[in-house]
């Protein structure tokens, strides 16, 4: 019923910057918070950034002054802009939406994830 389609990831220096992308598209009402998460090696899955249906933010520490959630309502879309890249950001990254569908239920849904490795 709704899909996520996450893009940007890839391979980085150091210090560079990466953007996200996650679209959502189905039989959409509206949808209330996005969010990225991540997910490195070893590691349990952890919350990087999320955005309300009104603007609010929230963030990691380790990302704070770094990275930039923001949103796309018309287009259902939202991104994440990574600048000031380091090693330790590597990991899958994965977009969930809460989405209220036009018959009103309500479900979470992921993406599928996109790998984003720091690395020189």
């Known amino acids: 019923q709704v899909q996520l389609v996450e893009s940007g990831g890839g391979l980085v220096q150091p210090g560079g910057s990466l953007r996200l992308s996650c679209a959502a598209s189905?039989?959409?009402?509206?949808?209330?918070?996005m969010g990225w998460y991540r997910q490195a090696p070893g590691k349990e899955r952890e919350l990087v950034a999320r955005?309300?249906?009104?603007?609010?933010?929230d963030y990691a520490d380790s990302v704070k002054g770094r990275f930039t959630i923001s949103r796309d309502n018309a287009k259902n879309t939202v991104y994440l802009q990574m600048n000031s890249l380091k090693p330790e950001d590597t990991a899958v990254y994965y977009c969930?939406?809460?989405?209220?569908?036009?018959?009103?239920?309500?479900?979470?849904?992921w993406g599928q994830g996109t790998l984003v490795t720091v690395s020189s």
């Open positions: 969930k939406q809460n989405v209220i569908l036009v018959d009103l239920r309500y479900l979470e849904v």
């Open positions: 189905g039989s959409i009402d509206r949808i209330n918070v």
């Open positions: 955005i309300t249906s009104g603007g609010s933010t």
